[in-house]
């Protein structure tokens, strides 16, 4: 990474490039009628319109918000990733020199299949798919991400989880030496987060590795990371290097170190404050200084595809 680069505002053109061709290729999209929603299978786009737009092939996904997304900008200078620093643009000046391949994610537990899979292993059989998502953070600020990955529920079949498996518990990589916010005792490291199995298989949970048609920036959760839209975003657990099928609920690292204050599920519920603050409102980032809060919605605005999971359950208590 150039140093002359890092400062805070330094914006490479690339990066705002990436961001206008993808929003022209949605466009194009839109008025060839390629988006057809939910099913379609690929999608042929002319060779070079296709060679300017993007370097990750994608086909568009079901479940996208016609929310308009966030910038470049806005989406990988604005992070929360505790592993490179506690402040917002930590992660995008101290994670740039991070190595992210090789990359080999371990799988263990209630599974016929386990055993170290490297990153290629687990990205190429999968169709990656452009969706754009809702991203609602605890802080209660939020953004429109245009993620590009595949749904999880479609690499863990392949791990082939017994009948015991009934949690999915993910772990982060722990490196001291490139991670510096791990030499402070901010969080119990490694990072840690777990899905229900059926959270985990839920078409809506996927497995990132993309925004804007680009490969995952460092500071965003290279090379690979979770993305539950209906839930609250320290779900997304970045830059994963284990997977375990597990009997017993795991505990997730906010879970660890506050216990009254972030739960097990960390669904988007407007209903249910935060200890210190309200949840029943969102800052949309990029909105301006002066910009209205806007009201937040029941799991995120997810509710009809996935309030099923938590049917007959308290949400009060179980947060
Ligand atoms: N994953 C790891 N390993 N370390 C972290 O500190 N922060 C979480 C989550 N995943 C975090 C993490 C929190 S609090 C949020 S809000 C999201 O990442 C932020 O994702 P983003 O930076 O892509 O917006």
Not at 60 to 68: A, I, L, N, R, V
Not at 146 to 161: A, E, H, I, N
Not at 210 to 233: C, D, E, H, S
Request: net charge positive.
């Amino acid at each position: 990474m150039d140093r002359a680069m890092k400062s805070s505002n330094a914006i490479r053109s690339w990066e705002i490039t990436s961001e206008t061709n993808y929003l022209n290729r949605r466009q194009f999209l839109r008025e060839t009628g390629l988006v057809a929603g939910a099913g379609i299978a690929s999608v042929v786009l002319p060779g070079r319109l296709l060679a300017d737009v993007r370097d990750l092939e994608t086909v568009p996904g079901p479940y996208s918000t016609d929310e308009k997304p966030n910038s470049w900008q806005d989406i990988t200078t604005y992070n929360n990733f505790y592993e490179f620093g506690t402040g917002k643009e930590d992660p995008y000046q101290n994670a740039q020199a991070f190595v992210t391949r090789p990359w080999t994610v371990k799988v263990s537990g209630e599974c016929d299949q386990p055993g170290d899979y490297h990153y290629e292993d687990i990205v190429s059989p999968h169709t990656l798919e452009d969706r754009v998502y809702r991203h609602r953070c605890v802080e209660a600020w939020s953004m429109v991400v245009p993620w590009v990955g595949f749904p999880l529920g479609d690499l863990l079949k392949r791990f082939s989880p017994n009948s015991d498996a009934k949690y999915v518990r993910f772990k982060t990589l722990y490196d001291p030496k490139q991670m510096p916010g791990q030499r402070r005792r901010v969080l119990n490291w490694p990072y840690v987060e777990g899905l229900t199995i059926h959270e985990a298989m839920h078409p809506l949970t996927l497995m990132v590795v993309g925004i804007y048609g680009r490969t995952l920036p460092n500071q965003n959760g290279a090379p690979l990371r979770l993305v539950m839209p209906w839930k609250y975003g320290f779900k997304g657990i970045k830059s994963i290097v284990e997977i375990e099928f597990t009997r017993r609920q795991p505990r997730n690292s906010w879970q660890i170190s506050a216990p009254r204050e972030y739960g097990f599920y960390a669904n988007v519920n407007p209903e249910v404050d935060h200890p210190r603050w309200s949840q029943a409102r969102e800052r949309r980032i990029g909105g301006g200084l002066f910009a209205a809060k806007q009201p937040t919605l029941m799991f995120n605005g997810y509710a009809d595809q996935v309030a099923q999971l938590y049917a007959g359950l308290d949400l009060r208590k179980h947060f």
